[in-house]
């Protein structure tokens, strides 16, 4: 059995070089590599289920002052755990 299965397959060399060398084989590779390359820069979002929250630079804003309505309030960050919500959410620094 694993004769004739070795007969059938073609070697890796072979299968290389007509791979990289053919005009058939060159456009396979083309494509799989574009296809790659779009799947990386895809958009994660595609509904408006998905919210996009900026924030400022975290050293722009640690330790000031702010006035909220009548009231000064000092920025101070710290982990809390929270459940992920139904929608995405992105968190961007703006600049």
């Given at each position: 059995m694993a004769a004739v299965l070795g007969k059938m397959l073609p070697s890796v060399d072979n299968l290389v070089t007509r791979?990289?060398?053919?005009?058939?084989?060159?456009?396979?590779?083309?494509?799989?590599?574009?296809?790659?390359?779009a799947s990386a820069f895809r958009r994660v979002c595609k509904d408006k289920k998905c919210r996009i929250m900026r924030a400022a630079p975290l050293d722009e804003v640690q330790g000031k002052v702010f006035r909220v309505g009548n009231k000064c309030v000092t920025y101070s960050?710290?982990?809390?755990?929270?459940?992920?919500?139904?929608?995405?959410e992105t968190l961007v620094g703006a600049r």
């Open positions: 791979l990289l060398y053919t005009e058939h084989g060159q456009i396979f590779v083309s494509a799989l590599l574009g296809l790659g390359l960050p710290y982990p809390v755990p929270c459940k992920l919500p139904q929608t995405k």
